[in-house]
């Protein structure tokens, strides 16, 4: 049973096609056919004749190569006879050969374009033609032209005109062999195309054959055997049985539309089928209904209702508490009890908790072995399907009723039990109004005891209220008792008070000491501002010191660098690499120096006690490069080794003050020549090992280490950290 008519266009293409499209499209591949091989017919054949092409191409080529190699031979005997004779008849021969071999070699360049393999042998003739008569014709002839060569035998010339022309025959004759064995790679290319075209003619004659039978075989699976099996079937509907599948659904020409004419009919007939089977079960389930008069009856006709009408081998009936928080197992069918399986879920817990709490169905297609047990008296099993299916009523869900059986449910059995559970649900809440009716009755007489109960402890704390004024009366007189306790007390005050103004008299005594100590501590005061007052003309006099020497440093300075720059420039090319090397080392170094002396001389920053930084992009190779050049001429004075190493890690460049960073490691390099008298300093840049502890605010990998090591006398840990205070050396 389909439900819904299918969709035409999700089965075979070629079944969706009409009767009439089916033969035009019969005729189309037959067209097709001929029309295909008719273009591999007329393709085999282009190849053919572009592989004739081809080999009358190698023709044409070998014989412009034997030409060529004639214009060779002709410019060599003309140019022998010249020499031998001296006559000016020869040299018409060899221009003439001479301009047909340049006309030859571009026709060859031509025709050895599609083959880059001859291309440079082709350059290599010409080159060994230009050097033959650059180096030998030329030369020959301007000596005849001269008068300065006589007549002579053949064997004279013969070595020295013939020995450089081996050469280039050689490769012409190379070239040429090279282009037979293409010519005959060429023959055999167009052997096997001219087989390739006969076969073609046959595979043709032999598809032909096949799709005629194709088609045959096509038509009888396509058209006659479905219309035979529908035909078929619309007897067996007839005579009212069932049928179980119809085949060509999905197919979207005429046998698709009599086989879903086919469904509709047998849709209905099941439809209806189905409806009556439902109407009958719920008439039945709601006439049995009416005897219940408890829930726990009503959940068992329920159960044993459902189970029988679906064949379902289990079924167990959970209905919600008052306050609707807790599931209560309350009758089964084919039920049996296991001590592990509780029969309270609240909501959301287990399949039962869910089932409520969403309130929705749950289908379990393949269920475990040891899940669940279905026995009889001849053996048990365990079913392969189960299903949880909400109670329903007016305000909400009610219970959670749960069947398994050996086979899986259907949508008929689904839509049976979603309308009995609706009037199970109705049912259920006209029972449990019944019985909160019957509750209500029962808690209207306790409460009638319970009120007389009252009573009688209301006369009781009567009597309890009666003795606790006669308390009251009692704590009022010792209240009388404590106020006469106070008046005594006020008393005793007045003798405090009286020693207070003794007190009082001695703290002004100390008061007139106080003051004469204040007046001691104002001179001293005046004191120390005459001290502050000195200090301030001391600072006054040291600002003034350090802006008279600005002028007097700096200006000798800027003349150093500038004549230094100028050395280092070495513009007139006069100084060695050593000499430009050490100016330019006193370039960098006077510049530091100018830096440090404009940082000493800015009063401002002095008397702050800050430094402010210039933060640049700075490359790494500049930083190297200056620590290279400024302190490789110290090391070589002190007979150290120097070295610096740089991690492939490192990157390219920082940012930073490159001017507080070269202070910064001169003073460094500094201090290391300085104690070393053996071995050497090294220099190490690159990143921070693994185990270093970086400073707060500083991700590792942004962190630039520069190390330097030295062979000298080394300083003590005590005395490491103090090196970092002001003004400290080793």
Not at 8 to 16: K, Q, R, T, Y
Not at 156 to 166: E, H, K, M, T, V
Not at 461 to 476: H, I, M, P, S, Y
Not at 648 to 658: E, K, N, Q, S
């Amino acid at each position: 049973m389909t439900g819904t008519a299918p969709n035409p266009a999700s089965g075979n293409w070629l079944e969706n096609l009409s009767l009439d499209r089916k033969i035009v499209l019969a005729f189309a591949l037959v067209l097709a056919l001929f029309g295909l091989s008719t273009a591999v017919f007329y393709q085999n054949q282009t190849r053919v004749n572009e592989a004739r092409d081809r080999t009358t191409h190698s023709y044409e080529l070998i014989e412009a190569i034997s030409a060529l190699d004639v214009t060779v031979l002709v410019q060599v005997a003309a140019l022998r006879g010249y020499l031998l004779t001296l006559e000016e008849q020869y040299l018409d021969p060899y221009q003439v050969a001479q301009t047909e071999f340049d006309v030859t070699w571009e026709r060859l360049q031509r025709l050895t374009a599609d083959n880059p393999a001859q291309v440079p042998r082709l350059t290599r003739v010409r080159e060994l033609m230009e050097q033959w008569r650059r180096e030998t014709a030329e030369p020959y002839m301007a000596h005849a032209a001269e008068g300065r060569l006589a007549r002579a035998g053949p064997a004279q010339y013969r070595g020295s005109l013939d020995n450089p022309i081996l050469d280039l025959r050689a490769e012409i004759q190379t070239f040429k062999d090279q282009e037979l064995l293409v010519l005959e790679q060429r023959e055999a290319d167009v052997t096997a195309d001219a087989r390739a075209a006969r076969l073609v003619g046959l595979l043709s004659l032999a598809s032909a054959l096949a799709l005629a039978a194709l088609i045959v075989l096509i038509t009888s699976r396509l058209v006659t055997r479905p219309i035979q099996q529908l035909a078929f079937l619309m007897g067996r509907l007839a005579r009212g049985e069932t049928i179980a599948e119809i085949p060509a659904l999905r197919r979207g020409d005429e046998v698709g539309v009599m086989a879903r004419a086919l469904d509709v009919l047998r849709d209905s007939k099941d439809k209806a089928d189905r409806a009556a089977w439902i109407k009958a079960g719920i008439a039945q389930l709601s006439a049995s209904f009416q005897t219940a008069g408890s829930r726990q009856e009503l959940a068992t006709l329920l159960i044993n209702g459902v189970c029988e009408l679906l064949q379902a081998g289990y079924g167990a009936v959970f209905l919600l508490d008052d306050a609707g928080e807790t599931l209560e197992f309350l009758s089964g069918y084919g039920y049996t009890h296991r001590g592990s399986v509780p029969t309270r879920f609240r909501r959301g817990e287990g399949l039962v908790g869910q089932c409520a709490q969403s309130g929705r169905r749950i289908e379990v297609a393949q269920v475990p072995p040891d899940y669940v047990r279905v026995g009889s008296g001849l053996g048990d099993s365990a079913p392969r399907a189960l299903c949880l299916t909400p109670v329903f009523g007016t305000r909400g869900v009610m219970g959670v009723i749960e069947l398994a059986g050996f086979t899986s449910f259907d949508s008929r059995q689904f839509e049976f039990l979603d309308e009995v559970l609706q009037v199970a649900g109705l049912a259920l809440e006209s029972v449990s109004r019944n019985d909160r009716t019957q509750e209500l009755l029962r808690e209207t007489q306790v409460q009638a005891e319970e009120l007389q109960s009252s009573e009688q402890a209301l006369r009781a704390q009567q009597e309890e209220l009666r003795a606790t004024n006669e308390a009251l009366e009692v704590k009022n007189r010792q209240l009388e008792e404590q106020r006469r306790k106070l008046a005594e007390s006020e008393q005793e005050l007045q003798v405090k008070a009286e020693e207070l103004t003794v007190t009082n008299e001695e703290m002004e005594e100390k008061s007139r000491a106080l003051d004469a100590y204040n007046q001691r501590l104002q001179a001293a005061q005046q004191a120390l501002e005459q001290k502050a007052q000195e200090l301030e003309r001391a600072s006054r006099y040291k600002s003034e010191f350090l802006a008279n020497m600005s002028h007097e440093l700096r200006t000798p300075l800027n003349s150093l660098l500038i004549l230094a720059r100028a050395l280092a420039d070495n513009e007139e090319g006069n100084l060695s690499a050593d000499q430009v090397e050490s100016a330019r080392v006193i370039h960098d170094s006077g510049k530091n120096l100018l830096l440090l002396i404009n940082d000493i001389l800015d009063l401002s920053k002095v008397e702050a006690g800050r430094m402010d930084l210039v933060m640049e992009d700075v490359p790494l190779v500049s930083v190297v490069a200056i620590l290279e050049r400024t302190f490789r001429h110290v090391a070589r004075e002190r007979g150290l080794d120097y070295s610096i190493h740089v991690d492939p890690d490192a990157p390219a460049g920082l940012r930073t003050d490159g001017a507080r960073l070269g202070q910064i490691l001169n003073n460094l390099l500094s201090n290391a020549f300085k104690f070393t008298d053996r071995g050497g300093v090294e220099v190490t840049i690159g990143r921070p090992a693994a185990d270093w502890t970086m400073p707060a605010g500083l991700e590792a990998g942004a962190a630039l280490m520069f190390r330097v090591a030295d062979t000298g006398v080394g300083i003590a840990a005590d005395d490491l950290g103090r090196l970092f205070g002001a003004f400290e050396q080793g």
